[in-house]
């Protein structure tokens, strides 16, 4: 296995090919400048693990080299004349890793920078360590539940960040789908860069490249995989194989992208419907995580339901209400088909009503009922009954605006139009 990177920073030619070839010798990876500013403009792209410099050299110094790297940048073995080291003492005192005489020891060289290296990448990894910890403390609030579905999940949310490899996530309506992908992408090696959402029943072939463009050197979440049409799902294989898609002027389009997907549904039903492509489904799955419904858990509904009821609470400037053994009846005996979702939304309408002294999980649960809530006037009851009717046809058809209108008796248009109206947002009940 090679040495950890070395970055030379010497003006003079002879003594910079020979601690080149020392450390290629070492096994080491070495990169060699003459100029101290030159040096700094590569500092970020090479990422050493150490820096030896020289201290007197034309324009930029070993000292002023020192100064102008960041404390918690790679640490700096300085290379001394017999009549440097003063300067050389005072440039350790304001944090320069230690410096070697001319003419130099080889073996003792090596040994400095092996330990400078050694202690950097030390510390480089308690950082990464500290961040790995925050970002399991922040798992642990954005996908709450104490059964152990979810500390698993959360367990295997943890060991395939990091692959870099596509994860295919299976999981009801309501489960959570995008909120284990975003976890995934910012607990891997793509955090700093873009995280793209996209609905695959919406993409074309004609504008496959412009859409997911975003997400290059980032990752692409894809929701319900399962409706990609067939000539797009033949793009997603060749980005996935060849990091590569055809431009709308016919160029071809370099892209590096992880590729996260999601579904609610059978992908081996939707392979043997011949509606997913076999191949894409073998390398959209390299690892798979499957999100337990919220009935599976019901250990975690008193917990999730305490959580949004502060949550709601906060936003409408009350006191959080008191979960009741009544509630807690309700709360359990319910199906929950809308999953963790669904428990938001009625835990919010359960804070809504307490706004007014009013309310209860049962009510908040089936709120077409709800008696101690009707609106004052016929409008806003119609209004209400078709905001809910909508809402719940949406749900149970995932979506599918078609059969939504079919459900409700109306056309399309009316739908759309009482959409607008009521001022419905369809993702809202998905």
Same mark, same amino acid.
Request: charge should be negative.
């Given at each position: 296995?090679?040495?950890?990177?070395?970055?030379?920073?010497?003006?003079?030619?002879?003594?910079?090919?020979? =601690?080149?070839?020392?450390? $290629?010798?070492?096994?080491?990876?070495?990169?060699?400048?003459?100029?101290?500013?030159?040096?700094?403009?590569?500092?970020?792209? #090479?990422?050493?693990?150490?820096?030896?410099? !020289?201290?007197?050299?034309?324009?930029?110094?070993?000292?002023? #080299?020192?100064?102008?790297?960041?404390?918690?940048?790679?640490?700096?073995?300085?290379?001394?004349?017999?009549?440097?080291?003063?300067?050389? @003492?005072?440039?350790?005192?304001?944090?320069?890793?230690?410096?070697?005489?001319?003419? /130099?020891?080889?073996?003792?060289?090596?040994?400095?920078?092996?330990?400078?290296?050694?202690?950097?990448?030390?510390?480089?990894?308690?950082?990464?360590?500290?961040?790995?910890?925050?970002?399991?403390?922040?798992?642990?609030?954005?996908?709450?539940?104490?059964?152990?579905?979810?500390?698993?999940?959360?367990?295997?949310?943890?060991? *395939?960040? $990091?692959?870099?490899?596509?994860?295919?996530?299976?999981?009801?309506?309501?489960?959570?789908?995008?909120?284990?992908?975003?976890?995934?992408?910012?607990?891997?090696?793509?955090?700093?860069?873009?995280?793209?959402? =996209?609905?695959?029943?919406?993409?074309?072939?004609?504008?496959?490249?412009?859409?997911?463009?975003?997400?290059?050197?980032?990752?692409?979440?894809?929701?319900?995989?399962?409706?990609?049409?067939?000539?797009?799902?033949?793009? /997603?294989?060749?980005?996935?194989?060849?990091?590569?898609?055809?431009?709308?002027?016919?160029?071809? #389009?370099?892209?590096?992208?992880?590729?996260?997907?999601?579904?609610?549904?059978?992908?081996?039903?939707?392979?043997?419907?011949?509606?997913?492509?076999?191949?894409?489904?073998?390398? =959209?799955?390299?690892?798979?995580?499957?999100?337990?419904?919220?009935?599976?858990?019901?250990?975690?509904? =008193?917990?999730?339901?305490?959580? *949004? #009821?502060?949550?709601?609470?906060?936003?409408?400037?009350?006191?959080?209400?008191?979960?009741?053994?009544?509630? @807690?009846?309700?709360?359990?005996?319910?199906?929950?088909?809308?999953?963790?979702?669904?428990?938001?939304?009625?835990? !919010?309408?359960?804070?809504?009503?307490?706004?007014?002294?009013?309310?209860? *999980?049962?009510?908040?649960?089936?709120?077409?009922?709800?008696? $101690? !809530?009707?609106? $004052?006037?016929?409008?806003?009851?119609?209004?209400? /009954?078709?905001?809910?009717?909508?809402?719940?046809?949406?749900?149970?058809?995932?979506?599918?605006?078609?059969?939504?209108?079919?459900?409700?008796?109306?056309?399309?248009?009316?739908?759309?139009?009482?959409?607008?109206?009521?001022?419905?947002?369809? !993702?809202?009940?998905?």
């Amino acid at each position: 296995m090679s040495k950890p990177h070395v970055m030379i920073v010497e003006d003079d030619h002879e003594i910079r090919s020979s =601690l080149v070839d020392l450390l $290629d010798a070492a096994g080491w990876t070495a990169s060699a400048f003459p100029r101290a500013e030159d040096a700094l403009k590569q500092l970020d792209d #090479l990422q050493p693990a150490v820096v030896l410099s !020289d201290i007197q050299m034309p324009g930029m110094g070993g000292l002023a #080299l020192l100064d102008t790297i960041p404390g918690d940048g790679p640490p700096i073995v300085l290379i001394s004349a017999h009549g440097d080291i003063p300067m050389a @003492v005072d440039a350790m005192s304001r944090g320069a890793y230690s410096f070697v005489e001319k003419p /130099f020891e080889p073996r003792r060289l090596l040994t400095i920078l092996s330990h400078a290296a050694d202690q950097y990448q030390m510390k480089a990894a308690n950082e990464r360590l500290k961040d790995r910890l925050v970002s399991v403390a922040g798992l642990n609030r954005i996908l709450l539940g104490q059964s152990a579905a979810m500390q698993g999940l959360r367990d295997t949310i943890m060991d *395939f960040s $990091d692959t870099g490899l596509p994860v295919l996530i299976k999981g009801e309506t309501g489960t959570g789908k995008e909120l284990v992908a975003r976890a995934l992408h910012n607990l891997g090696p793509r955090a700093e860069q873009n995280f793209l959402a =996209l609905n695959a029943s919406l993409l074309t072939a004609e504008t496959l490249a412009k859409s997911v463009h975003p997400a290059d050197g980032g990752t692409l979440f894809l929701d319900e995989v399962g409706a990609c049409p067939v000539d797009v799902q033949a793009m /997603f294989l060749r980005l996935i194989e060849h990091k590569e898609l055809p431009a709308e002027d016919g160029s071809i #389009l370099s892209l590096d992208i992880r590729i996260l997907s999601a579904t609610n549904e059978n992908v081996d039903e939707a392979v043997a419907a011949g509606t997913l492509r076999s191949d894409l489904l073998f390398r =959209l799955n390299p690892f798979t995580i499957s999100i337990p419904p919220l009935r599976e858990r019901k250990d975690d509904i =008193l917990l999730l339901a305490t959580h *949004f #009821l502060d949550t709601a609470a906060q936003t409408y400037e009350i006191a959080t209400p008191e979960i009741t053994a009544q509630d @807690v009846k309700a709360l359990l005996a319910h199906d929950w088909p809308g999953n963790v979702r669904e428990l938001r939304s009625v835990a !919010d309408r359960r804070t809504h009503a307490a706004r007014r002294g009013l309310g209860s *999980f049962a009510e908040a649960i089936s709120p077409l009922v709800d008696q $101690d !809530d009707v609106p $004052d006037t016929l409008r806003e009851a119609v209004a209400s /009954f078709e905001r809910e009717l909508i809402g719940k046809a949406i749900q149970s058809h995932q979506g599918r605006m078609d059969a939504v209108a079919e459900a409700l008796g109306i056309g399309r248009r009316t739908l759309n139009e009482k959409i607008v109206k009521l001022g419905l947002n369809k !993702d809202a009940f998905l």
